[in-house]
């Protein structure tokens, strides 16, 4: 307490004799002042300064957000297949990205019209003649036209077989193209759903009876609707790879069942299962459990990708739970109450 009143006592002392020196010397209070004045114009031109900075700064913000706003819609726009806005002027790296993200746009437009030129190809010039050579070989392979050789019937048959695949690679790419580009329409109607199965299992007996492999079908009262001809196709070619990869003598199993408002559709087999890496993969185009299967004509890696399509066109989901050397259950489920809105794409 002593030492600050003596500090205030000193300071008031200094303060008197700066006051006597101002009043004995009126130039030391001009030049006071004139040094006060001097302050106050530093501090306004720093607050000035600091001002002006904001300003550019939020101006350069909204002019930099602007520019880039253009550009995530670009990206918005070239997803949804729409025409991209003008692009963004300037020397600068934004101005230049968006013009490179246009000229990309450009290939992928260019790229998308060479793809249809070869679907247009391979529907009109490669299905047509492909299924009439499958054709007249399966008149060969029957008997229809004469009784061949042992060995002749071989080469028959084996051609036969390959032209098939190729038969179909072709159509399931084409499935893929009209999935894709919303061109392919589904057309609900009340089904009974055991009919629907029935249908399935009568397009694959023939595969079925050739490794004695029993397709059994559980019993079903439920009524629902959907598109009957593309969760056909589902069936079909789930009960395909059911019989592929099960041993001869096996059986697999058909159902359905109600779930809460859904109808759950199954495909139980005996064969070799699904690895745990593919479980969530194996839906993708062109994935499969082992790569030899192509090699050996068992698929082309896009029936499963065809059958995820149209099961999400029908608002469903598809799934399979399987043990590796223990048999695989694939499923899907769908709505049984179905919006028909909701399942007509654009013709």
Same mark, same amino acid.
């Given at each position: 307490?002593?030492?600050?009143?003596?500090?205030?006592?000193?300071?008031?002392?200094?303060?008197?004799?700066?006051?006597?020196?101002?009043?004995?010397?009126?130039?030391?209070?001009?030049?006071?002042?004139?040094?006060?004045?001097?302050?106050?114009?530093?501090?306004?031109?720093?607050?000035?300064?600091?001002?002006?900075?904001?300003?550019?700064?939020?101006?350069?913000?909204?002019?930099?957000?602007?520019?880039?706003?253009?550009?995530?819609?670009?990206?918005?726009?070239?997803?949804?297949?729409?025409?991209?806005?003008?692009?963004?002027?300037?020397?600068?790296?934004?101005?230049?990205?968006?013009?490179?993200?246009?000229?990309?746009?450009?290939?992928?437009?260019?790229?998308?019209?060479?793809?249809?030129?070869?679907?247009?190809?391979?529907?009109?010039?490669?299905?047509?003649?492909?299924?009439?050579?499958?054709?007249?070989?399966?008149?060969?392979?029957?008997?229809?036209?004469?009784?061949?050789?042992?060995?002749?019937?071989?080469?028959?048959?084996?051609?036969?077989?390959?032209?098939?695949?190729?038969?179909?690679?072709?159509?399931?790419?084409?499935?893929?193209?009209?999935?894709?580009?919303?061109?392919?329409?589904?057309?609900?109607?009340?089904?009974?759903?055991?009919?629907?199965?029935?249908?399935?299992?009568?397009?694959?007996?023939?595969?079925?009876?050739?490794?004695?492999?029993?397709?059994?079908?559980?019993?079903?009262?439920?009524?629902?609707?959907?598109?009957?001809?593309?969760?056909?196709?589902?069936?079909?070619?789930?009960?395909?790879?059911?019989?592929?990869?099960?041993?001869?003598?096996?059986?697999?199993?058909?159902?359905?069942? *109600?779930?809460? !408002?859904? %109808?759950?559709? @199954?495909? =139980?087999?005996? $064969?070799?299962?699904?690895? #745990?890496? &593919? /479980? +969530?993969?194996?839906?993708?185009?062109?994935?499969?459990? *082992?790569?030899? !299967?192509? %090699?050996?004509? @068992?698929? =082309?890696?896009? $029936?499963?990708?065809?059958? #995820?399509? &149209? /099961? +999400?066109?029908?608002?469903?989901?598809?799934?399979?739970?399987?043990?590796?050397?223990?048999?695989?259950?694939?499923?899907?489920?769908?709505?049984?109450?179905?919006?028909?809105?909701?399942?007509?794409?654009?013709?």
């Amino acid at each position: 307490s002593g030492s600050i009143d003596s500090a205030l006592d000193a300071f008031a002392t200094l303060r008197q004799l700066i006051n006597e020196q101002q009043e004995a010397d009126p130039g030391a209070q001009t030049e006071e002042q004139a040094r006060f004045l001097i302050s106050q114009l530093l501090i306004a031109g720093v607050t000035f300064s600091i001002l002006l900075a904001v300003v550019l700064a939020v101006l350069f913000n909204r002019s930099t957000t602007r520019r880039l706003l253009v550009l995530v819609q670009n990206t918005e726009r070239l997803s949804s297949h729409k025409e991209l806005l003008p692009a963004v002027e300037g020397n600068d790296e934004i101005a230049h990205l968006d013009h490179v993200f246009h000229d990309m746009a450009k290939s992928l437009d260019e790229a998308a019209e060479y793809k249809k030129e070869l679907l247009a190809i391979v529907t009109h010039d490669l299905r047509s003649p492909l299924t009439s050579v499958q054709g007249s070989l399966t008149l060969l392979s029957v008997g229809a036209l004469g009784q061949l050789p042992e060995k002749a019937m071989g080469v028959v048959v084996l051609a036969e077989r390959n032209v098939g695949r190729l038969v179909s690679l072709i159509n399931d790419m084409l499935d893929i193209e009209k999935l894709e580009s919303g061109k392919l329409e589904v057309f609900p109607k009340t089904v009974v759903v055991e009919e629907l199965l029935e249908r399935a299992r009568e397009a694959v007996e023939d595969m079925a009876k050739k490794k004695e492999i029993t397709i059994e079908i559980v019993e079903t009262e439920l009524v629902m609707s959907l598109d009957d001809d593309r969760i056909a196709q589902v069936l079909i070619n789930l009960l395909s790879n059911a019989i592929k990869f099960s041993p001869e003598q096996s059986n697999i199993t058909l159902s359905s069942d *109600k779930i809460g !408002d859904q %109808a759950e559709y @199954r495909v =139980t087999d005996m $064969g070799r299962g699904v690895p #745990k890496e &593919f /479980v +969530e993969t194996i839906f993708e185009r062109y994935v499969q459990v *082992k790569g030899e !299967d192509s %090699a050996r004509g @068992r698929g =082309t890696g896009l $029936g499963l990708s065809i059958c #995820k399509k &149209f /099961v +999400e066109a029908h608002g469903g989901t598809i799934g399979v739970t399987s043990e590796e050397g223990q048999g695989s259950t694939f499923w899907f489920r769908l709505p049984i109450e179905t919006q028909v809105d909701s399942l007509t794409h654009e013709r």
